[in-house]
């Protein structure tokens, strides 16, 4: 009995102990407004939300084209789970492998016009299980900074040598390829359009120099898929389908032989549980009407245009479209008078972005009514401080 009690008094001195210590950087990320909450969100059609019993539009999240509010999409996913079930039950490898994967890995092969796909859990576990595949301890990662965090994490992963290039900048990006290990395989990667800053990679060029160097390209299309149709030479293309597909999980195309290997060499594919039935079935649905439909694609692009035109800014390049304000705490207060206004625009803060660049990362949907869309751009010459919509 003693024994019990003492291990249970030990035990409470270790959840102080771990308390502390999450509270002491807890209170360190706060006086630097760094600290992150969360929000209890419902989401309905063109934006609307209810946050924290508030009622806001939302100019802030990945669903360009408004697919996961859209009634047949909902339909799919509830047919699939009542088809298939609530789970996949096991790694796709075990017993997971809902035929459901193979429809949606044949139609965006095609759609990419690459030999083969093979569906992730997630956009994060495609990167962090892909890079590591295709590159390991002597060889080396050139990578463009402003790559998103899980191409930095998988190619942290790998083992490789990583070198970042400055954002977009070829001639860096050159430079990073000389001297290179003897024997070294060399991989560039890049995303195609940033999620941070909406802004789109030269691929062409990219490409161009992967292939003076013999190093394979794989970039990120995240922001891209169903929205930006770049004309993209890249090897190796992932991306996701929780943005413009509206659903969720990641996906990884390239040459077939390839494809197949990741089935037993990417960790994230092997052990990890395939996607439930209801978010393939959706998915499906959703990647099918962004096949058929082009114009929604175009809807979300004049729209976004609308805004810029307002605010006369230069004409937008993806759906994203960043307000740069440097520290987080001005941000931060924008935000809050946005909201006053009825708008929800998240203040994007290191380490999402460099310090010193935080910024409101404003993002449209094809959902998105016209009329709010210009309300914002009034709401925000309101509240922006002097000279930052200075071009
Ligand atoms: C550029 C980029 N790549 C990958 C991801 C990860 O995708 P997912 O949300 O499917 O994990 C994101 C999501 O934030 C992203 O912005």
Redesign the pocket.
């Known amino acids: 009995m003693r024994s019990v009690i003492s291990r249970k008094s030990a035990n409470s001195r270790q959840v102080d102990e771990l308390n502390a210590f999450a509270q002491a950087k807890l209170d360190n990320l706060q006086a630097k407004d760094l600290k992150r909450g969360l929000d209890p969100t419902s989401r309905g059609v063109g934006g609307a939300i209810v946050r924290n019993g508030k009622a806001s539009i939302s100019f802030c999240d ?1 669903d360009y084209l408004g697919l996961s509010q859209n009634p047949r999409v909902v339909a799919a996913a509830g047919a699939a789970a009542i088809r298939y079930g609530a789970g996949a039950s096991a790694s796709r490898l075990v017993s997971g492998d809902s035929p459901l994967n193979h429809e949606l890995e044949t139609m965006i092969a095609r759609m990419k016009g690459l030999e083969a796909c093979r569906v992730f859990g ?6 962090m299980g892909t890079i590591p595949v295709l590159v390991g301890k002597s060889d080396v990662v050139v990578m463009d900074e402003l ?2 965090a ?2 930095h994490a998988g190619a942290q992963l790998s083992g490789a040598e990583v070198r970042l290039f400055k954002h977009n900048d070829v001639s860096d990006a050159r430079l990073q390829m000389q001297s290179l290990p003897a024997g070294a395989r060399v991989l560039l990667l890049t ?1 195609t359009v ?2 941070m800053d909406g802004d789109l990679a030269p691929l062409q060029e990219l490409q161009a120099l992967c292939e003076e160097f013999g190093a394979w390209m794989m970039t ?1 299309d ?2 891209g898929f169903g929205v930006i149709k770049q004309d993209n030479p890249a090897l190796i293309q ?1 991306g ?4 413009a597909v509206g659903v ?3 996906y990884v195309c390239g040459p077939s032989a390839f494809i197949e290997l990741l089935i037993s060499r990417a960790r994230t594919f092997v052990f990890t549980t395939g996607l439930p039935p209801q978010v393939l079935g959706a998915a499906l649905e959703a990647v099918s009407i962004i096949d058929r439909d082009k114009q929604l694609a175009k809807s979300v692009m004049s729209k976004t245009k609308a805004f810029t035109d307002a605010l006369g800014l230069p004409a937008p390049t993806s759906t994203i479209v960043p307000i740069l304000l440097g520290e987080a705490k001005v941000a931060l207060d924008v935000q809050a008078k946005l909201l006053e206004d009825g708008f929800h625009v998240s203040a994007i803060r290191p380490p999402t972005v460099p310090a010193g660049s935080s910024r409101l990362r404003i993002a449209f949907s094809a959902a998105h009514e016209l009329d709010d869309i210009l309300s914002l751009a009034e709401s925000l010459k309101k509240h922006l401080p002097k000279g930052v919509l200075r071009t």
């Open positions: 990945n997630s956009g994060y576990m495609a990167n790559s998103h899980c191409m995303e940033f999620s990120d995240a922001h992932m996701t389908l929780s943005k969720y999980g990641g």
